[in-house]
């Protein structure tokens, strides 16, 4: 069985840092886009960050220059580094991997999220 599992979320002072990690596991045979998505209480979830398995990356809008999404292909791992934090980043913080797991069709797989609070 294929999983994701997010770790690294928490309470912080707006200006302050977090740095989320999300590690995929099961029987896998390739991971494409990886990527972090967040959804605040009453709205809809939105996509954060995406990075290639090449290293393309990209953001949302709200957070360039604040957030730096990396990974390490040998480990299935991707972590997103997010600094100068401001309230409205507050939210559910998911970790997503468009993958090929064994015997099976790619799919979309999320973690089942970690919370994320910035303080004012």
């Known amino acids: 069985q294929v999983q994701l599992v997010e770790s690294g979320g928490g309470l912080v002072q707006a200006g302050g840092s977090l740095r989320l990690s999300c590690a995929a596991s099961?029987?896998?045979?390739?991971?494409?886009?990886m990527g972090w998505g967040r959804q605040a209480p009453g709205e809809q979830r939105e996509s954060v960050a995406v990075i290639t398995s090449g290293g393309s990356t990209n953001y949302a809008d709200s957070v360039k220059g604040r957030f730096t999404i990396s990974r390490d292909n040998a480990k299935s791992t991707v972590e997103l580094l997010m600094t100068n934090l401001k309230p409205e980043d507050t939210a559910v913080y998911y970790c997503y991997a468009f993958l090929l797991p064994r015997y099976k069709s790619w799919v979309d797989v999320w973690g089942q999220g970690t919370q994320v609070t910035v303080s004012s």
């Open positions: 099961g029987r896998i045979v390739k991971i494409n886009d």
